[in-house]
């Protein structure tokens, strides 16, 4: 081999080698310590919203979501009534805007909120499979379609997230096959995207992560009438298998949770840049878990929560709402047809905070309900557990946090809580 050849070779072996530490030393590992450490969370009531009865815009029939626009004031995404609801930071009342409707700036079947980095607002509707932009002051100002292949899925970190450069993210599902005939189809979906959808003309959605899932889907239409026809879709995997948990941080990456045992990964452009760990593994189901979820199973298609009927096309453009009432028949049907995986995972739900802290809820005794609340840095500094609480369901910037509760007759309400420094 020529001496020329041979430094060739050597500075390749250099470069590759070079690379490969690069890459290594981008995709940090943490590993978080096994023993929780308590954090004092004592935060400080600033004002509660919702009743029973009393003036129109304080009564909420289905929150779907809340958030925080940089002032403080506080966004109510009332889904039964098809509106949104303004608080200022002291709990008054400042607008509402959208109503029921099929028209530009009306809502049928909407699911998620966010306040865009421009302080616009963005609220999804999956019946219209747009999203409606208001200005701060509740004026409509125009609609962005969704892809015409995905939908988005309220899954996770509030479900919809502010990229900082402008537009949302959010997970996804393939939009399913519609029939026309009235027969069924199935799918499987392998993966669950996180999505980045810019705002701005002509900008193309960005992928941010593939989270490895399988879901079995089932959708079946009804025969057209007026141009209209009634879809129903269903998503099911195994009972207790691994959610796709997820939250955004302020310089845009992604932080995602998808596996069975307690591991988070930082995404930034598509690519991990860094895993963090902590030695707590998944747990075996017990007889108990299962009976849980199946009495939750009956209650939920009961009363309907999170379940939505849409109907596409015709003059409005689509239209939806809450399901009929189901017979008991069908309700033990489907309990009986529910799937079970063995094991639950560690992790339950994950939010970011104002500060860009993660807050990792692990799941609890009882399967579903709330958990230790892990508080971690973005860089993976384990900064103490939070015992006694929920995870809130939305943060501000100056440090608030939202919860959403209901009483026993099922009145929703939002309370807004001032959160100590850690």
Do not use: C
């Not at 009534?81 to 530009?104: E, L, S």
């Not at 700036?105 to 999203?131: C, H, I, K, M």
Request: net charge positive; hydrophobic share 40%.
């Amino acid at each position: 081999m020529s001496s020329a050849v041979l430094r060739a070779f050597s500075l390749a072996a250099l470069a590759g080698g070079l690379l490969h530490a690069a890459a290594a030393q981008a995709q940090q590992t943490v590993r978080l310590p096994e023993e929780d450490r308590a954090l004092a969370m004592r935060a400080t009531p600033v004002f509660a919203v919702g009743t029973a009865e009393g003036r129109e815009w304080e009564m909420f029939s289905r929150v779907e979501q809340v958030a925080f626009d940089r002032g403080d004031n506080l966004y109510v995404l009332d889904g039964g009534a098809a509106r949104v609801v303004v608080f200022d930071r002291a709990g008054k009342f400042v607008r509402q805007f959208g109503k029921k409707g099929g028209g530009p700036g009306e809502f049928q079947v909407p699911v998620g909120l966010t306040v865009l980095s421009d302080g616009n607002v963005a609220v999804a509707d999956l019946a219209s499979r747009s999203y409606s932009l208001f200005a701060p002051d509740g004026r409509y100002l125009r609609s962005v379609a969704f892809p015409e292949e995905w939908s988005p899925m309220a899954i996770g970190g509030g479900s919809f997230a502010a990229h900082p450069r402008g537009g949302v993210v959010t997970a996804v599902r393939q939009a399913p096959p519609m029939t026309m005939d009235g027969t069924m189809r199935r799918q499987t979906l392998q993966a669950t995207p996180i999505v980045w959808q810019p705002f701005a003309d002509g900008a193309q959605l960005v992928r941010l992560f593939n989270a490895p899932t399988e879901i079995n889907t089932q959708s079946q239409g009804s025969e057209p009438r007026q141009g209209e026809r009634t879809v129903t879709f269903r998503m099911s995997t195994p009972v207790f298998s691994p959610r796709v948990n997820w939250g955004l941080l302020s310089g845009g990456e992604v932080v995602v949770s998808h596996t069975p045992g307690y591991t988070l990964k930082v995404m930034r452009d598509g690519q991990p840049v860094r895993y963090i760990q902590r030695p707590m593994r998944e747990r075996r189901v017990t007889e108990r878990d299962r009976e849980v979820a199946r009495e939750r199973r009956r209650e939920a298609m009961r009363t309907g929560e999170g379940m939505r009927v849409v109907t596409v096309g015709g003059p409005g453009g689509g239209r939806g709402g809450m399901p009929g009432r189901m017979s008991p028949e069908r309700i033990e049907q489907s309990v009986r047809d529910m799937e079970f995986a063995e094991t639950i995972p560690a992790i339950q739900n994950l939010r970011v905070d104002g500060a860009g802290r993660i807050w990792v809820e692990r799941t609890g005794e009882v399967w579903g309900d709330p958990g230790p609340i892990d508080v971690v840095s973005a860089d993976g500094r384990y900064l103490g557990t939070v015992t006694g609480q929920k995870l809130p369901a939305a943060f501000s910037a100056s440090g608030r946090a939202a919860w959403v509760e209901k009483d026993d007759l099922g009145v929703e309400r939002v309370v807004v809580k001032q959160l100590p420094r850690i």
